[in-house]
């Protein structure tokens, strides 16, 4: 109800959410939990036909947005992909706050500004505040040379993927926070429809560098 | 928008209006003015609860009265090249009547039904819940009881 009459023109050109918004939400819901429980595997996004994202923002992410944000979240938009129209929309389709970085508990970014410095990790007592990063990449495709094998929680043997758009520091980076388990950040990658999950408790090893 | 047609308060007023309005009044409006167009429903009807707060006899600090139950949608129409949106609230769990609340403030502000919509419904809504509040008021005044105080003597 924070929508005052004055913004009448604002709401006309608004962008249309979820065409069934609790159905549709529920299928993403399912998708962004087998990414997590099954690490590095890559996972299609139902895709819904009314869904009209905000410029810049792609379809994979604000389906992503909109699924897991509401009032009671915080969102921190990277400058790449923060703009009025993807604000208005996600405040007026969820109600999220809009938060610094250091405190956000959804972090959404481009591959190649994709960043874990100044994360909120969550501490011992409430590992369940640290951040989430959603992160456009390019492509999630596996690259032959260079890969990145996963292990842990959800991994029989072992996963391969490919370093998705994000810089080898990215992943160093990452690499080197798997000791402050079970602080850290989850990430959720994100192409056209296509989903891969990286939780914290993964173990990640650089292959062939 | 071109032009505006409207000013901020005319809005508040006609929404106001057609929030006041009873529902068969609505119903029978709905029927004639908004089944021809096609809505595009940005935010389907959806029911919650308002926090009331309250005064009393407008001063003092404001306390909570406590929870109505509301129901709220968004609405959007085309109609040539202009795109509206409009909103319902109302009161209660009725979501019919939230639609058309919203879906007739979409069609006002359309620039070339505004004029028709404002004659041939809020007009007459507007006056039915007069008649209705005046009828009211009417059977309120007869049980209406004044106090005169005389004047003592001295003081006249």
Redesign the interface.
Known sequence: MSLSLSNADLLASMPRGFADATHDAQAVFRNVLDALSRPGRLQTMQSSDGLQPPAPLSRGVTALLLTLLDTETSLHLDDSLASEAAWMYARFHTGVQQALLEQADFVATRAADAALDGLRLGSDEAPQQGVTLIVEAPSLATERHASLRLAGPGIEHEQRMGLCGLSLAFWQQRIAMQRLFPRGVDLLLVCGSQLIGVPRSTLITLENY | ?TKTLFT?AD??AWLAVLTHAPRAGLADKAMRFVAAHRF?W?R?PETGL?LVRARIANRGDRFNLGEVTVT?C?A?VSVGEH???G?G?VLGRDEQRARWVAQFDALL?QPSLHAELQAEVITPLSAARAAVLAQEQARHAASRVSFFTLQSEATA
């Open positions: 928008m901020v809005r508040q595009d940005l389907e308002a709220r968004i959007r795109t509206t949106a909103v609230h502000q």
